[in-house]
């Protein structure tokens, strides 16, 4: 049982004010429910002194549960008629109906189930203020919203979660894999708190932070006349079967930008649209393909595959870590690039 519903509310939900282009109505920040409210009963003019509690809204959203006004109020550990008063004075604060009481069970009214759902919203985004004002005492408690793209979440989560484990295990990772662009989409709308990308990344009011560099290498079938080679140039790729990501992925063009000389766009069913599916595609016998060193640590390893260097110098590409500018938990995402470097990876310092 919620022991919330028997709390008073300090601070309580929005009016319009005398003299605004709106005044005499309520807005309860409950979204379409203003227009159907106001269709089916004109309100009365409020008084000066009178609000909305959130403590309202959790009755009425304990007897939209409960459907029934008795085990409404044991949930929130009120009697009877406190509740039934409370959920009493919201309709009539609201000019609409609820809940129509009948002997055995309690009905929402249609109306009433857009009050009750925005009631829940209202109530859901109520309990985040602790977790925004805990976060702001100690930025290590909390979820933090991740982003990553696809070529670097599979090999660098793993080890980056279970460094962070212990050194801020109060702090787990709320983890999106998306493509760079939508990355970029979601961390300046709020969606995401930060975002681990490749370069080149520039948009305006983002911060980034040099996380690692990691080389590219060459993986071949285990019989293809390139397996017993030590290190291949870049060039020499034109002439094979080069596996690619689709569009879209940073990475693809990157593996582009370092052979220049392979211009041609691939034939049909040369693309993938993972790293994994490239790697087992080219085991197959369909082409050769570029990993990250990330992509080939012994934990990766395929008989039937054979990952070659390339000759000096070898390409590469660099891992940042972006974030808005002024981000309040500055310390949360230290404690994040501060990790890396020191994961078992085949990485080197940005």
């Given at each position: 049982m919620d022991r919330e519903c028997a709390r008073p509310l300090a601070e309580s939900v929005v009016r319009t004010l005398p003299g605004s282009p709106r005044a005499g109505q309520y807005f309860v920040r409950i979204g379409a429910i203003g227009k159907s409210y106001r269709d089916s009963s004109p309100l009365r003019s409020p008084s000066p002194g009178s609000r909305l509690t959130l403590t309202e809204l959790k009755y009425v959203v304990a007897v939209a549960t409960e459907r029934h006004f008795g085990r409404a109020a044991e949930r929130c550990f009120v009697s009877q008629?406190?509740?039934?008063?409370?959920?009493?004075?919201?309709?009539?604060?609201?000019?609409?109906?609820?809940?129509?009481?009948?002997?055995?069970?309690?009905?929402?009214?249609?109306?009433?189930?857009?009050?009750?759902?925005?009631?829940?919203?209202?109530?859901?985004?109520?309990?985040?203020?602790?977790t925004v004002a805990l976060q702001?005492?100690?930025?290590?408690?909390?979820?933090?919203?991740?982003?990553?793209?696809?070529?670097?979440?599979?090999?660098?989560?793993?080890?980056?979660?279970?460094?962070?484990?212990?050194?801020?295990?109060?702090?787990?990772?709320?983890?999106?894999?998306?493509?760079?662009?939508?990355?970029?989409?979601?961390?300046?709308?709020?969606?995401?708190?930060?975002?681990?990308?490749?370069?080149?990344?520039?948009?305006?009011?983002?911060?980034?932070?040099?996380?690692?560099?990691?080389?590219?290498?060459?993986?071949?079938?285990?019989?293809?006349?390139?397996?017993?080679?030590?290190?291949?140039?870049?060039?020499?790729?034109?002439?094979?079967?080069?596996?690619?990501?689709?569009?879209?992925?940073?990475?693809?063009?990157?593996?582009?930008?370092?052979?220049?000389?392979?211009?041609?766009?691939?034939?049909?069913?040369?693309?993938?649209?993972s790293l994994e599916t490239i790697r087992n595609m080219v085991t197959s016998g369909m082409g050769i393909s570029v990993l990250p060193a990330t992509a080939l640590t012994p934990k990766y390893a395929m008989p039937l595959v054979k990952a070659i260097d390339f000759a000096p110098p070898a390409p590469s590409r660099r891992i940042v870590l972006a974030s808005r500018d002024g981000f309040p938990r500055g310390a949360a995402l230290e404690a994040l690039a501060a990790v890396i470097p020191r994961l078992a990876l085949p990485i080197e310092p940005a």
């Open positions: 008629p406190s509740l039934s008063a409370a959920v009493k004075n919201l309709e009539d604060e609201l000019g609409v109906l609820i809940f129509e009481r009948g002997k055995g069970e309690v009905l929402v009214t249609p109306i009433g189930e857009e009050v009750v759902a925005q009631a829940r919203r209202a109530l859901d985004e109520a309990a985040r203020v602790k702001g005492r100690n930025p290590l408690e909390g979820p933090l919203k991740l982003g990553i793209i696809h070529t670097v979440a599979p090999y660098l989560l793993p080890e980056l979660v279970a460094a962070l484990l212990r050194s801020a295990p109060r702090m787990p990772l709320d983890i999106e894999e998306n493509l760079t662009a939508n990355l970029d989409v979601m961390l300046r709308s709020g969606t995401i708190d930060a975002a681990i990308v490749a370069l080149p990344y520039d948009a305006p009011g983002v911060a980034v932070t040099p996380l690692y560099s990691e080389s590219f290498r060459v993986i071949v079938p285990a019989k293809h006349r390139w397996a017993r080679r030590h290190t291949v140039r870049p060039d020499e790729l034109a002439t094979e079967n080069l596996m690619l990501l689709n569009v879209g992925h940073c990475f693809r063009d990157q593996v582009l930008d370092a052979c220049h000389e392979f211009s041609r766009p691939p034939a049909q069913g040369k693309e993938g649209n």
